[in-house]
């Protein structure tokens, strides 16, 4: 597998990752983290525009998408119920889905975003039990319930070397 930047003629392709994406949440005690078509394509198109939108390839066929920046993300500014671990610069992971037709495709992402930075942070609802298990067999720790744009929780989690 490798990872490489998005391009915007691959987003009709990478829509219908998502779609199975939602669909699997749905079909695993998560019906809510995604409703009403989350992501949009105006927000996968916006992060492909700025070169935040990352696949995985298996042999040239797109196995799993993601958004990854370095850039502060406002939704990480307060923590509640917990701390992070370490303050400073950081890289954030969103958007993670897989096509599921390849094993492992998330824990290669999860992988690949903490060599870009050695200091990772992510979210997931807490009914993505899937997700959460995925950032915990990676090495990322529980840190504590952040807010998301809409003011739903989210479970936070971080890993730094």
């Not at 870009?116 to 942070?121: A, D, L």
Request: a negative charge; charged letters at 25%; proline letters at 3%.
């Amino acid at each position: 597998m490798k990872i490489r930047t998005a391009r915007l003629e691959e987003i009709p392709e990478i829509m219908k990752i998502y779609d199975t994406a939602r669909r699997f949440m749905q079909e695993h005690e998560n019906p809510t983290q995604w409703k009403a078509g989350y992501p949009s394509r105006e927000l996968v198109e916006r992060d492909c525009k700025q070169g935040w939108l990352y696949v995985c390839e298996e042999q040239e066929t797109l196995a799993g998408v993601f958004m990854f920046c370095t850039e502060p993300d406002a939704t990480y500014q307060k923590i509640y119920e917990g701390k992070w671990i370490q303050e400073g610069a950081y890289g954030t992971m969103h958007r993670m889905a897989s096509s599921g037709q390849i094993k492992g495709v998330a824990s290669f992402c999860l992988d690949w975003c903490f060599k870009q930075c050695g200091n990772v942070r992510g979210d997931t609802h807490e009914d993505n039990y899937v997700m959460q298990c995925v950032f915990e067999k990676n090495g990322f720790q529980r840190c504590g319930i952040i807010h998301v744009e809409d003011g739903t929780p989210r479970i936070a989690y971080q890993r730094i070397k």
